[in-house]
Each structure stands twice: as C-alpha cells, then as structure tokens.
C-alpha cells in the first residue's frame, strides 16, 4: 500500500513561513491535496492538484510538489492557522485515495 | 451552497449493526463520487469507501472490507454506510465528503461528521 508520512508537527512565529512536508514513493508523479482541519472541525480543502486553491482559500496558501515530497507552504502566518493538516494522495495499486498521518501546526 | 449533513451514529455494542446516512443539497448529487472518511479520537483521517455517482464503482478499505457497506439514493440525494460486525476499533467520527464527477481524487466539501462508538 502506498504511505504518505507527515512531520508531527511544526511550529513557527506569527509573520513567518511554515512549511510543512508530505513524503511519499514518486509522490511528485501524481496530484497531492492538502485539508486543514482545526479542532472539532470537519477537515477543510485547501490545496488541491499539488498548488491549486479553492475559492476562499488565501493566497498565503500555496503547495508544491516533486519527486518524493509534496509541501504546504503558508507565509505571514497568522494564529487562525494553528491546526492540524493532512495530505492525500492516490493509492493506484489499490485505487483508493489514502492520508498522510497529519501534522499540528502551532502557531508559537 | 453544498451541504453534507450526517446522521445515524450512536453507542453500539460490539458484534451489532449501525446504519450511516448523509443527506445532500446545493449540488447535482447524482454526477458526483461522494466516500466516507472517518477519524478516531485523537488520530488522524482514514479512507473507508468510495462509490461513483452511479453506483456503479464502489471501493472500501482493508481495514472494513466485508463488513461494511455503502450506497446510495440518487432520488432522496442520500448517501449511506451499512457497519455490520462492529468492533471497538470502528469507534470514530465518520465524515461523507463530495469526491469529483470522475473520481474520488480529492474532497472538496465535508459534512460535520457523526460520531460512532463501538463499546460494551
């Protein structure tokens, strides 16, 4: 089955750029998405097709991805970011989608 | 607007039965994949099923396989997930999720979730 393994956390200075990193076999072969999902809270899209974003999205938002790692990168960071936040990809073998293991992103 | 609306969790024994349902509007419901995604307490999301705005395709992980089924009912614009033989570990918040008209790629709306718990 196809893994997707995410820091556990990352925390980073209001102002600052977080980035936060998604791991995965040839990752930057296939579209990568990112959710933000705050306590309580159903899990929000974010980036879509590795650096799409949906309406609503600020454009502090914004993704990448190439080889073995896809990445989130939020600049000016602000405390409303504070969260947790998961990538998803493609499990091709098994033609379903599959989550990395999340991040918490505190805002210090 | 695109609205998912779960309902239908609950306390359920181990070995017992549960039927999920989410109810959808603000969008042409028959064209989309929609799935179910659940999350335990304290963990992170976990895939459970897919199916195609036909019925048509439908796909389940490892971990429910057998035991779990979904549907849907393109009339009532309801999505459903039919838990047999729960188990402790099926214990978590389960969330139905708007797939693409093709696939079920990417998420782009949620419901709020239903909250299952699997104890004796």
């Known amino acids: 089955s196809y893994v997707l393994t995410q820091p556990p956390s990352v925390s980073v200075a209001p102002g600052k750029t977080a980035r936060i990193t998604c791991g995965g076999n040839?990752?930057?072969?296939?579209?990568v998405q990112w959710y933000q999902q705050k306590p309580g809270q159903a899990p929000v899209l974010v980036i879509y097709?590795?650096?799409d974003r949906p309406s609503g999205i600020p454009e502090r938002f914004s993704g990448s991805n190439s080889g073995n790692t896809a990445t989130l990168t939020i600049s000016r960071l602000e405390a409303g970011d504070e969260a947790d936040y998961y990538c998803?990809?493609?499990?091709?073998?098994?033609?379903?989608?599959?989550f990395g293991g999340g991040t918490k992103l505190t805002v210090l | 607007q695109v609205q998912l609306l779960e309902s239908g969790g609950g306390l359920v024994k181990p070995g017992g039965s549960l039927r999920l349902s989410c109810a959808a509007s603000?969008?042409?419901?028959?064209?989309?994949?929609l799935t179910w995604v659940r999350q335990a307490p304290g963990k992170g999301l976990e895939w459970v099923s897919y199916?195609?705005?036909?019925?048509?395709?439908?796909n389940y992980a490892d971990s429910v396989m057998g035991r779990f089924t979904i549907s849907r009912d393109n009339a009532k614009k309801s999505l459903y997930l039919q838990m047999n033989s729960l188990r402790a570990e099926d214990t978590a918040v389960y969330y139905c999720?708007?797939?693409?008209?093709?696939?079920?790629?990417?998420?782009?709306?949620w419901g709020q979730g239903t909250l299952l718990t699997v104890s004796s």
């Open positions: 999720a708007r797939g693409q008209m093709t696939t079920a790629t990417l998420f782009d709306y």
């Open positions: 603000g969008f042409t419901f028959r064209d989309y994949y």
């Open positions: 199916i195609s705005g036909g019925s048509t395709y439908t």
């Open positions: 040839h990752i930057g072969s296939q579209s």
């Open positions: 097709y590795n650096s």
């Open positions: 998803q990809a493609w499990d091709s073998s098994g033609d379903h989608p599959v």
